[in-house]
């Protein structure tokens, strides 16, 4: 059975750090790209950060330098660190499996995250 599950979420206060994990299984972990996305109410899903297979990142301008995603291939697991966070950062936040040759993806069911100001 494939699971992607997301854990961490919570209400922190703005300036604050909160830190979420996706715990991956069911499938290679190691080859498959990783990403965090958020969809806060009545806007579309997007792009937070990303973490390949080779390790390679990349990050959505509004979270760069306060956010760093990072993987651990033996414990099947990836992380978001989140650093100085606000309000506009309030969302759910789900992750996202790609197997960039086949186009396979698998999607977390999210977590909240609420920033109060």
């Known amino acids: 059975q494939v699971r992607v599950m997301e854990s961490g979420g919570g209400l922190v206060e703005a300036g604050g750090s909160l830190r979420l994990s996706c715990a991956a299984s069911?499938?290679?972990?190691?080859?498959?790209?990783m990403a965090w996305h958020r969809e806060a109410p009545g806007n579309q899903r997007e792009l937070v950060a990303v973490?390949?297979?080779?390790?390679?990142?990349n990050y959505a301008d509004s979270v760069k330098g306060r956010f760093t995603i990072s993987r651990d291939n033996v414990k099947n697991t990836v992380y978001l660190q989140m650093n100085s966070l606000e309000p506009e950062d309030t969302a759910v936040y789900y992750c996202?499996?790609?197997?960039?040759?086949?186009?396979?993806?698998?999607w977390g069911k999210g977590t909240l995250v609420t920033v109060s100001s």
């Open positions: 996202h499996a790609q197997y960039r040759t086949y186009g396979t993806d698998y």
């Open positions: 973490i390949t297979s080779g390790h390679t990142t």
């Open positions: 069911g499938f290679t972990f190691r080859s498959y790209d």
